[in-house]
């Protein structure tokens, strides 16, 4: 039962002089949050009303992070307005976002969120005049591999949101126009939780979606591309009837109705897609091997603990279920010292992380509640990497499904066009 009876969206500012959107959430009449977005670069000449309702999306999908705190029966709007087609998605885009944290909460995964529409229609499509890819950098191999493939389209860029300091050595190396945003959440939710304040995942890459969508207006793009791969639609596992995806906003399914939801505001003019959705996990290490390796190894972590505050470079932990599977992954197809230089040990012989990699081969318990492939690419993986570690093939014993072949491309949301541009830039690897 929450302690409050409504969560309330207060208002959602732009100041144009320091180029700073507050979007201000709270509960009741009581507590009130502030989160801030910062566009630290140079605007294109751009369409106000669009840029007014990309922002709204992001008001929006942003209040997940104090939604979760308490979890209110009804959700009160006083800044913005929804018709029934986008108060749909973001009913549903924050109960499937919220999966992980029901489970972990002990919470029925089927809470309903009551997004209501508060207008019959929103009247006008907006249109914007960008053209070009925007490819959103989270310092790990997959955005580099999506950089690397479409390097050479003329009107190419990179963004970023937050961690400038250990992102810049790889924004100087990829060598492309780059735009920074940084985020600072209210940090009143640390002390909330400390209180009892109820904490979990959230649907991250919805949020870096909507932000993706406003750099996209500001810069002049028409694409907001992303890295996210065929991995990302397999549950992690099954809660009380549901199925709980801890990348649930990575997923394909997020994705179509993230792109019907720009269609329904933007028509065609803006677009979201994932360059990498046809591929599996090992073939994006593959491609990654063959194409960003070299260039990026000192400057790129796919780890998620890799942004601490008391570092100013990339880093990996060698110690996180992310770890595992990369190094797993990487090594049918890198040098084992190299990966070993990387790590500074070798994380397929570490004792500690066995149990690890029993949960991504799927020999016991469920899958990590973190970014890591398919149970049946890990056994792929495990199984090319018996030809380094003969050793490690009494360790773990396992079957694949016949026919499965993590080469073979999946089903993607990527446009006619630049699935032909894709296609090209693989035969050129070749």
Known sequence: MSKYQSFVFRSYRFDPSTKILNLEYGYDDSLTFTETYTFGFDFVDYDQLAFDRACQLLFFMAGVSYYKAYVAPEI???SGQLDEQTASFFRKTYQRGLGEFFYINQLDPQTAVPFRATTDS???????????QLVGLGGGKDSLVSVELLRTQANLATWSLGHKSQLSPLVDRVGLPHYWVERAWDPQLLELNKQGALNGHVPISAIFACVGSIVAILSGKRDVVVSNEQSANEPTLEYNGASINHQYSKSQEFESDFQTLLQHHFGD???????LRPFSELRISELFAQIGFDKYKDVFSSCNRAFVHTSDHMSWCGECPKCAFVFLALTPFIERSELEKLWGKNLLLDPTLESTYRQLLGIEGDKPLDCVGEVKESRSAMQLAFATYPELESRFTFEIPNGYNWRAPGPDEIPAEIYDILQTSLQNQQ
């Open 122 to 132: 929103i009247l006008n499509m907006l249109s914007i005049e960008g053209a070009g």
């Open 269 to 275: 003019t803006l677009r979201y897609y994932s360059l």
């Open 76 to 78: 009160r709007i006083e």
